[in-house]
């Protein structure tokens, strides 16, 4: 059958411009979400390996906060986590100028049954106000083939001799404060020690089975002594550094 002559076939007029343009939209959006589909699929890439390029230099287990199941000799070296970590810039805002011999780290490395890892480090820093300070940490870890529980129930009788000792050392204890919120068992002192010479705040605490000391010594340099609340708040922003890094390396 014959089609009448008087109707064009096809489609035109306004219906072609709108399936044109139509098309040409649909197709430039198609473009702009595989580009954009692109760019994230490279940057998670390089972000992912970002990450994993730091975790591996910190010896810290990649994407995950558990703790490893092992720990590479050198792993909990602390004195140097203060000294390179990203975190521990309030530290090396008051100039720190390492005065220990360097010497003291002792760790005798993976399969040893009864595995300690340990250091004692000083630097000279300057508080607030400039004058200078000494700020001391010493630290025991225990990350012996034992359970997890078992290092932590030394760990915890190790934090209970050292709290004895520490009362000790003052000439007179003004202050003492359990800081439950910055580790698993924490508490610090503050007072005058030294004959009478300087004032003293000490930091103990413990995470996991790590036992850690932070000591920060004041010389008088006037008749009073400094307002604790000084190096109460250099530890405070120190101690989370410490505190991570045992919770993330210690093995389970």
């Given at each position: 059958?014959?089609?009448d002559?008087g109707?064009?076939e096809?489609?035109?007029?306004?219906?072609?411009?709108?399936?044109?343009?139509g098309?040409?939209?649909?197709?430039?959006?198609?473009?702009?979400?595989?580009?954009?589909?692109?760019?994230k699929?490279?940057?998670?890439?390089?972000?992912?390996?970002?990450?994993?390029?730091?975790?591996?230099?910190e010896?810290?287990?990649?994407g995950t906060?558990e703790?490893?199941?092992?720990?590479e000799?050198g792993?909990?070296?602390l004195?140097?986590?203060?000294?390179?970590?990203g975190?521990?810039?309030?530290?090396r805002?008051m100039?720190?100028?390492?005065?220990?011999?360097?010497?003291n780290?002792s760790?005798?490395?993976?399969?040893?049954?009864?595995?300690?890892?340990?250091?004692?480090c000083?630097?000279?820093?300057?508080?607030?106000?400039?004058?200078?300070?000494?700020?001391s940490?010493?630290y025991?870890a225990?990350?012996?083939?034992?359970?997890?529980?078992?290092?932590?129930?030394e760990?915890?009788?190790?934090?209970?001799?050292e709290?004895?000792?520490v009362?000790?050392?003052?000439?007179?204890?003004f202050s003492e404060?359990?800081?439950?919120?910055?580790?698993?068992?924490?508490?610090?002192?503050?007072?005058?020690?030294g004959?009478g010479?300087?004032?003293?705040?000490?930091?103990?605490?413990?995470?996991?089975?790590?036992?850690?000391?932070?000591?920060?010594?004041?010389?008088?340099?006037?008749?009073?002594?400094?307002?604790?609340?000084?190096?109460?708040?250099?530890?405070?922003?120190?101690?989370?550094?410490?505190?991570?890094?045992?919770?993330?390396?210690?093995?389970?």
């Amino acid at each position: 059958m014959s089609k009448d002559r008087g109707v064009k076939e096809g489609v035109h007029g306004f219906k072609a411009f709108l399936i044109v343009v139509g098309s040409g939209v649909l197709a430039a959006l198609l473009v702009v979400g595989l580009i954009v589909a692109l760019v994230k699929t490279v940057g998670a890439a390089l972000s992912g390996g970002s990450s994993s390029s730091v975790a591996n230099q910190e010896g810290i287990p990649p994407g995950t906060w558990e703790p490893a199941p092992s720990m590479e000799e050198g792993a909990l070296n602390l004195c140097r986590s203060l000294e390179t970590s990203g975190q521990a810039g309030a530290f090396r805002e008051m100039g720190p100028v390492r005065v220990d011999s360097g010497g003291n780290y002792s760790d005798p490395g993976p399969g040893v049954e009864d595995r300690s890892v340990q250091d004692d480090c000083t630097w000279e820093v300057y508080g607030p106000g400039g004058e200078k300070w000494t700020f001391s940490l010493s630290y025991e870890a225990l990350a012996g083939s034992g359970s997890d529980e078992q290092r932590i129930a030394e760990a915890t009788d190790l934090f209970s001799q050292e709290e004895s000792s520490v009362r000790g050392v003052f000439d007179s204890l003004f202050s003492e404060e359990s800081m439950v919120d910055m580790a698993d068992e924490s508490i610090s002192f503050y007072g005058v020690a030294g004959g009478g010479e300087k004032s003293l705040y000490i930091f103990l605490g413990r995470t996991r089975s790590g036992v850690f000391r932070i000591d920060v010594e004041i010389p008088f340099y006037s008749s009073e002594p400094i307002d604790e609340n000084e190096p109460r708040t250099l530890v405070r922003k120190v101690v989370p550094v410490i505190d991570m890094r045992l919770e993330r390396v210690l093995p389970a």
